[in-house]
Structure formats: structure tokens, C-alpha cells
């Protein structure tokens, strides 16, 4: 099979919901084989140090190279530019199986190297797949059903920690097989996955301005374009936010097996539990709350909430012994305000506001900043939980801070508005040599 099948159907706006609804679920297991990429090596992690005997410098340099933080953020900058240059589906096409081979390598690793190299072409590929999945979202996706149909991709980034966890506790009587056996599990959902985008086609969104430009697109000149005028305010407005957010949701993501076993005395059985209710709380909050909701009212006041409950939560691991009601407190809180925060925001805003000709590098960009960012943190993480879990905990409500502040104040106000009506608003006419598309019906 290949990524240009004539059988393909080309996603469109004018699509009946039921096929914008398949598009976007197949278009948001990139959530799905994103986030179970990231709990699997967090599951992991313990084997992982007792079968190779890891230092906390090697855990480090683990969790800085991971999917979770600098090789997606490589994928991400080459792919979004990929994306752009050469379509959506090119993408699609490759990178599930660079996905599954990184797999295959942590499943049949023989020793350390292999689990490095395996992860690192793991997190290339998620890096590749997210700006192509979520452009192809944005564009087909009408304006007041923007934010529903890309709440799907939250909601099975959520479900695919679940099902890994629990997995995970499942085969832990096994050791290491057992880690090889969830690491095989994503093997088969990205080879089930990589099968049924064979019946996506291009977006017929990028299509349209692909033809009218002539692919006459150059790296330079679309990072000149986003690294200038109002595409550097829109990068760093989100950047910003989703970035200072993602050091606090990167460091949980990872860490909290290992902190709430190691510092908190949990039982494995008790951590794998409080995880899975965090995850179903995003998932559940995301349909309740932000699906319903988000192309309708002020999201900045969305925004905002999100991220006070959150810091609410926080602030528990701060100032209170962290006991097992603590640590179910604070899973509650941060489940809630993840159900409708900077994730999400981040995934709408980034596909908002930028044109098709530069959706994706800078989805990529601003991704690539961002897991980059998380992969430095990362280094320092163990260092720093040393010194005392509680100041951990307080730098990390420093994090949601300032995130929330930023999203609040800044955050641009697009709810229920057409994507051409969104790029006059910008004043990006002109600048990406794209025609003006008709809006259309909603």
C-alpha cells in the first residue's frame, strides 16, 4: 500500500459529519499513539532501571530523548515543514512505520542502546504525525464544529494511557516480557492505525492552495514569515502558554509512577489506579465540557478555570503531606482542569491561527520548542525531586501560573469563526501567495 491510494476519499468541509467524525478519529490516534508512547516507557521506567541497572543521570537523558520531549520535537520541526511543502498525507504515509519499528526495537532490545534507540524513532515519528494530524482536523472541520471534532483527538490521548496502564499492571507479574508485550501493543494499534489512513486522502483544503502556488514554498521563507510580525505574536503568545503549561503536564506524564512509589509509598497497584482516574477525568471533561462548549463561549474564561483548578491541585502536593488522599486529591483536580486546558487550547489555537501554507510548520515549530523545552527540564527533574518533592511541587504550580495568565490574557478570541475569517483578521492576505477560499456553510 501506499500513501496516494486512488480509492482515497479527500476530507472537505462540505463532508456529512458522520465522515468528518471517521476522518477525525482516525486522525486523532496520533493522540492515542502519542500519549500510550509516553505512559508505556513511564511503566517501564522501573524494569527498565533494576534490568540495566540505570543511574538517575541515565534516567534523565532517558526522559529528555523520549517521545515526550526532544525527538518529538525533531519530528515535529521536520514534519510540520513536510507537511506543508509536500501534503498532509505524505506524512501519513511514512511515519506509523518509523513508529513501528522504533517499537519493535524496545521489544526485542537486548540491551540499554536498543530501548534508547527504539524510543528515540518513536518519538521522531509522533513528533511527524501530530502537526500533520491536527492540520488535517483544522481544515476539514467546520467553523462551529472546530473545537468538537478536535476534542476527539484529546480524548483518545487520554484513552490511550488507560488502556496502556492498565496493561501495564496486568503484565507486571511478567518483568521485563511484560514490558516488551506493552510495547508490543503499540506495535499493532499504529500498524492498525497506518492501514485505515490508507482510506484518507489529501485535505482538499491544502490541495486547493497547493495548486495555486505551484509548491513554490521554501523553508526560509515560512520561517521568516512566523518568526516576524504577527506570526511571532501568535507563536510566542502560544508557546508561552502551551510551553510553561507542558513543563508541569511533561514532568507528571513521566514521573509520577516513580515519585508517587518512591516518594509517597503508593503501591504499584494504587498509582496505576490514581493515573488511570486522572486520564478518564481529562476524557470524560473533554466530552462534557470542552466538546460542547468551546465554539460557543468566551474560551479565555475556559482557559482560565482550567487552569485554576489545576493549580489547585498543585498547590495540595505543595503544602500537604503527601498521604493517599493528597495524591487522589490532587489526581481529581488536575483530571478536571485538563479536560479543558492548554492541551486542547493549544491543538485549536495552533490550527486557528496560522494559513494552510503555514499550518503545519508552525504546529511543528512551536511543538518542536515546546518538547525540546520539556527534554532540558527533563534533565534536571530527578535533581531537583531530590531536594524535596514539596519544591518540586511549587515550581510546577509556578509553571500553571504562568501559563494560565497567558492564555487568559492573551489567548485569541476565535470561537464559531470561519478559518478564512480568521486569516483576514490576522491580515495574513497576501502574505503566503494563497487564495481567498469562500467560507462555507455551516
Known sequence: MTGSSDNAVHPDQTAPPAQQWKWSFVAAMAGYIDAGSIVAGSVALGSWVSHYGLSDSTIGLLGALSPNAISAGIGALVGGYVCDRYGR????????????FGTLLIVFAADVWMVFTGYVLVGLAVGADIPASWSLITEFSPARRRGRLGGLAQVLWSLGPVVTLLLGLLLQPLGMLGVRLLFAHLFVVALVTWWMRHGVG????????SRATAGTSHPLRALRLLLSGRGLTAVL???GMYGVWNLF???????????????????????????????????????????PLNDRVNRRVMFAVSSLVQLAGVLLLAFL???????????????????FG???FFQLWSG??????????????MFAVVRIGLGFWSLFVPAVSATGFHNLALILAGFLVVSGLIGTLFGPKTEGLALEEIEARHGWSGDTASPRAAPTAD
Open 89 to 100: 498525507k505524505k506524512i501519513y504515509a511514512y511515519d506509523l512505520l518509523l513508529y513501528m
Open 342 to 344: 492548554a492541551q486542547h
Open 321 to 339: 503531606p503527601l498521604s493517599s488522599s493528597v495524591a487522589l486529591g490532587y489526581m481529581v483536580a488536575i483530571g478536571i482542569g485538563g479536560g
Open 352 to 365: 486557528e491561527l496560522f494559513p494552510t501554507r503555514l499550518r503545519s510548520t508552525a504546529q511543528g515549530l
Open 249 to 291: 503536564a511533561g514532568t507528571n506524564g513521566f514521573y509520577t509512577p516513580y515519585l508517587l512509589e518512591a516518594i509517597g509509598d503508593q503501591s504499584e497497584a494504587a498509582s496505576v489506579g490514581l493515573q488511570c482516574l486522572y486520564f478518564l477525568l481529562v476524557a470524560a471533561f473533554t466530552a462534557l465540557v470542552f466538546m
Open 202 to 209: 489529501e485535505s482538499a483544503r491544502w490541495e486547493r492552495e
Open 237 to 239: 503568545v502560544l508557546t
